[in-house]
């Protein structure tokens, strides 16, 4: 299926989903600082769990499967098509925007296990259909909450107005640095990224830039079959123009506030209006620093 096919498909099966679907966000508040603004989103009532508590993260593989969400992908009401043999497409229920996208696979493969070749493949067609923004939280700390091997993809702008925070700070960092050249962000946290073209990307560039980001960042990725969970985790993030890895010391603060990947392009999604308090006195960068690794700068 190319692009131009895939794009209809999602715009057709979009508006038979929508009643399945369970929240829509808004923009409530912009915090401003030094490094960047954050945008604070807040949902409408919905029937969602509370994130007031950590959610504990199963690494068993068997008890996994038996709570696995995605464990038939082409039954579930939010399925849009299968992308090929070993992964499908689907729209995510809790979505943060419209036409927030999942990419799962068919098989149970472990939420902890790396990202490979094989789903770069269909990571990109994607990236391209919606030419938007794809993010993987890796690990217990990372802020995921399936442990069935997904990745998400999010349209930009956001809500056709908003784009990513993180975008000028990235813009201006990479400068002089070429295509896969791997640079820091000047905050705080461990971050590494690297610039992407757009126009010359592959499955196997994607690959291999993955992999020099996590190199630098000393995260393992090379696992045999008996060592496939990882206990480092880390937040993936990709557009078609670059590439970025945070990791991650904690999913939550002690106040019970949380974040998995979208906390560090610059926006916060709450799963409650109290939350907004919470980052308000907290600080926006001060989450970001305490829930990856700190760094001197």
């Excluded at 991650?248 to 603060?253: D, E, I, K, V, Y």
Aim: a positive charge; proline letters at 6%; charged letters at 25%.
């Amino acid at each position: 299926m190319n692009t131009t096919s895939l794009t209809k498909l999602i715009n057709k099966k979009y508006s038979k989903c929508f009643e399945f679907l369970s929240q829509t966000p808004t923009i409530f508040n912009i915090i401003k600082t030094k490094k960047m603004e954050f945008l604070i989103w807040k949902p409408t009532p919905i029937k969602i769990k509370s994130l007031s508590e950590p959610v504990k993260l199963v690494t068993n593989t068997s008890k996994a499967k038996k709570r696995d969400p995605f464990q038939y992908p082409s039954k579930d009401p939010l399925f849009i098509t299968k992308i090929d043999e070993d992964f499908s497409l689907l729209f995510n229920k809790f979505y943060l925007v419209p036409k927030h996208l999942v990419l799962v696979t068919n098989k149970f493969v472990h939420q902890n296990t790396p990202l490979d070749l094989a789903i770069f493949k269909p990571a990109l067609r994607i990236l391209k259909v919606n030419d938007g923004l794809a993010f993987f939280n890796h690990g217990r700390e990372s802020g995921m909450s399936q442990p069935h091997k997904h990745v998400q993809f999010l349209p930009l702008p956001l809500l056709d107005k908003y784009n990513l925070p993180i975008e000028g700070l990235i813009n201006k960092a990479g400068m002089k640095y070429k295509e896969r050249q791997i640079f820091e962000l000047p905050v705080a946290y461990k971050n590494a990224v690297c610039k992407l073209d757009r126009n010359t990307n592959t499955p196997e560039k994607l690959l291999l830039a993955y992999h020099s980001l996590l190199d630098h960042l000393k995260i393992r990725y090379q696992f045999d079959e008996e060592q496939t969970l990882s206990d480092q985790s880390y937040n993936w993030l990709c557009t078609q123009n670059w590439m970025m890895i945070v990791p991650r010391s904690n999913s939550f603060l002690e106040n019970g506030l949380g974040i998995n990947s979208i906390g560090y392009v610059g926006s916060y999604f709450l799963r409650s209006l109290e939350q907004a308090k919470i980052i308000k006195e907290y600080g926006p960068l001060n989450t970001l620093i305490d829930l990856g690794l700190s760094k001197n700068l």
